[in-house]
């Protein structure tokens, strides 16, 4: 509509002009005229020339973050035409599809030759999922504003937004767990069902039973074995990925992310399940540490939730 606008206002423009030359016949408007002319297809020239060479990529400071943390997203545009872009704008689409929650807005800038320019804007969310930043449309106008050329772009960027840690979130293993755990076994004679998966630097509060001795002797620092637990006392934490319009799921994952962080903190090694409505099937995820927690919970983050 904007460009409308002005077209329709130059025509108006060159209408007054010719209409002075047509009273008084004067070489000087007839010049203006020729420039009035001129300009547009000049400016159409520059306009198609510079889109073809222009681009827009979308950068964050991380790829994983926490919910309600406020976060920078960076719209870098590179144009490596000479000529200088007076006026470029963009729709940005923001959408959380595990929650169902999306935002569109628009932004704009100038870019001049040979260069770039970076626009900088602070985003955040109160629910955690997995969030995708797309640029949905790129259009540059001409120096007049009489054109505009529309560029396509796949510029996406996907955010993981992790919840919060709960205080007080824990969990009484003996309430939930039967059979012998690991310190039972290891003081039973001839039940030791543990295998040493790595070993790695003493940390305070490790128990003195699992320090590898020879190998502290020869590095001149202690060194503690890690044990993978055959023990039949597993901790098993069911999820339900029951969602309505307040937003439910979001307290479900605080809740038990928070859990989880609980036993990891432990060394507790424990198993997530949850019900997934795209393949139909119950799914499990063995947790061992910090690094299976973020992939689980981006793994639940791609399913839908359900009614």
């Known amino acids: ?121 602070l985003m955040s969310s109160r ?31 996907d955010i993981i937004l992790l919840p919060l840690v709960r205080e007080g979130a824990e969990i009484d293993t003996n309430q939930y767990v039967s059979g012998s755990d690991d310190s039972e076994e290891s003081h039973t004679k001839g039940s030791d069902f543990s295998q040493v998966s790595d070993v790695r630097e003493y940390i305070p509060g490790d128990s003195l039973k699992d320090i590898h001795w020879k190998l502290s002797a020869k590095k001149d620092d202690l060194m503690v074995k890690e044990h993978v637990s055959m023990s039949s006392r597993q901790i098993a934490l069911l999820i339900e990925l029951y969602n309505d319009e307040d937003g439910y799921i979001d307290g479900t994952l605080e809740y038990a992310y928070s859990l989880g962080k609980y036993l990891v903190n432990r060394r507790q090694g424990f198993t997530f399940y949850w019900w997934s409505s795209l393949t139909g099937l119950m799914k499990e995820r063995e947790i061992l540490g910090e690094e299976d927690m973020t992939d689980c919970f981006r793994e639940i983050f791609y399913e839908d939730a359900y009614d």
């Open 1 to 121: 509509m904007r460009i409308w606008l002005n077209r329709i206002s130059y025509l108006c423009l060159i209408l007054v002009f010719a209409g002075i030359f047509v009273i008084y016949q004067s070489f000087g408007v007839l010049v203006i005229l020729g420039f009035l002319f001129v300009m547009p297809m000049l400016s159409a020239l520059f306009c198609h020339v510079t889109y073809r060479r222009f681009r827009i990529h979308v950068e964050t400071p991380a790829d994983i973050l926490e919910k309600e943390q406020e976060f920078r997203v960076n719209f870098v545009l590179e144009n490596d035409s000479i000529f200088p872009v007076t006026c470029c704008e963009w729709k940005v689409c923001v959408k959380n599809g595990f929650m169902q929650e999306a935002q569109e807005f628009m932004m704009r800038c100038t870019v001049c030759g040979r260069g770039n320019e970076t626009v900088k804007r």
């Open 127 to 157: 629910y955690c999922g997995l969030v995708q930043i797309q640029v949905k449309e790129l259009r540059i106008y001409d120096y007049m504003h009489l054109f505009s050329r529309k560029i396509q772009c796949e510029s996406n960027k």
